[in-house]
């Protein structure tokens, strides 16, 4: 399956990037469940001071286990876990990972059960080309039947608990996009088409939005629209862009975290995508990549390569600057998030409503799949 990031698609100095304001010398160490943060660098929720420590109980998905795709739950539901800690009402969104809502006896294939826990720990779950696809070395660019129906089993899985549905296509004419559109709104999805091979997300299309609602969105079932805007170097500053995005009615964006993979847009500039040209209310999430590390974001450090450090694997077949990483490894989620210097603590800073987990799919290379 895609990820934006590894088709188009930070720590730059760990807290000035995030804009996190750490007191100097602050230090924060990798726990589990939800991690102590530094203790003069809290979050504040609803005006109040919020201690994102340790639960008092052990957290139920600190199980050991050795399988990749519980591994993967875990660290979901851990980042839910830590971020609810601060919002409650922050907004987990899995970019595909389809599989991971259904949990498989090892011993007995046939024995399947939805994944409850992990499900409880999400909103949503982003289902890519459910539809069609970029042309594959045949030149197909239609979703298989046998494909497409074993998605929509799993979707229904989620969907069945709560979670809602978005979807990504490929597109290479007007008609295709109206086809995978006219699916999506007919299974009651949030429709997204990509017109380009990469799933470049980097312009606001032309005309209205679908569905366009004048209504305040206060949640995720209020949403009837997406803008997804994952490469934001169109414009020449967070600023620009931000003015740009003020002037659609789109009921929620997705960005990411830094324009131009440098520069953390701030808490000024995620408030202002909050509303829409009408001045309602909409919601603004943020982009994340857990199962990937990028020598081009801010955290790489002069001498990281494959196996250094040991967290990073293989680096992925469409690119070359981009590590799979065992992403259980506490200094891979001290990265991601459970303190002070964290991606997810920065991201709680500038006043994201939610973030999309991309590279969720990651399991799958160390299941020999990739």
Not at 14 to 37: H, R, S
Not at 142 to 151: A, C, S
Not at 219 to 248: C, Q, R, Y
Request: proline share 7%.
């Amino acid at each position: 399956m895609i990820s934006i990031a590894s088709r188009s698609l930070g720590l730059l100095a760990m807290a000035l990037c995030l804009t996190l304001a750490l007191p100097d010398g602050a230090q924060a160490q990798q726990k589990k469940g939800a991690p102590k943060a530094a203790p003069d660098a809290g979050v504040r929720a609803q005006g109040q001071n919020v201690d994102l420590g340790q639960p008092s109980a052990p957290s139920p998905n600190d199980e050991i286990t050795t399988d990749p795709r519980q591994r993967m739950r875990n660290l979901v539901s851990d980042i839910s876990a830590y971020a609810r800690l601060a919002n409650p009402d922050f907004v987990i969104i899995t970019f595909d990972g389809l599989d991971l809502l259904e949990r498989v006896d090892p011993i007995d294939p046939s024995k399947r059960a939805a994944a409850a826990t992990y499900l409880k720990n999400i909103d949503a779950v982003i289902a890519p080309e459910l539809s069609f696809h970029p042309p594959n070395e045949r030149g197909d660019i239609k979703t298989e039947d046998k494909v497409r129906d074993e998605m929509l089993r799993l979707i229904d899985i989620g969907k069945n608990r709560g979670l809602r549905v978005w979807t990504v296509d490929y597109a290479k004419d007007a008609a295709m996009a109206s086809e995978a559109i006219k699916f999506s709104v007919g299974k009651s999805y949030i429709p997204l088409v990509s017109t380009t091979v990469d799933y470049r997300f980097n312009r606001i299309p032309p005309g209205r939005p679908l569905n366009e609602n004048p209504n305040a969105i206060t949640g995720i079932n209020h949403i009837k629209n997406v803008l997804m805007l994952t490469d934001t170097s169109a414009w020449d500053t967070p600023e620009e862009f931000a003015l740009a995005a003020a002037n659609t009615n789109y009921d929620a964006i997705v960005v990411d975290v830094f324009h131009r993979g440098r520069t953390p847009l701030g808490a000024r500039t995620v408030s202002g995508l909050k509303y829409k040209k009408l001045g309602t209310r909409r919601m603004v999430f943020a982009y994340v990549d857990v199962g990937h590390a990028d020598s081009a974001r801010y955290y790489w450090k002069p001498g990281w390569h494959e196996g250094t450090p040991p967290f990073i694997a293989a680096p992925t077949n469409s690119n070359p600057d981009k590590y799979t990483v065992q992403y259980w490894d506490p200094m891979w989620r001290d990265v991601i998030f459970g303190n002070a210097n964290s991606y997810i603590y920065g991201i709680l800073q500038q006043g994201f409503d939610g973030v999309i987990l991309d590279g969720v799919e990651a399991f799958r290379f160390f299941e020999g799949e990739q």
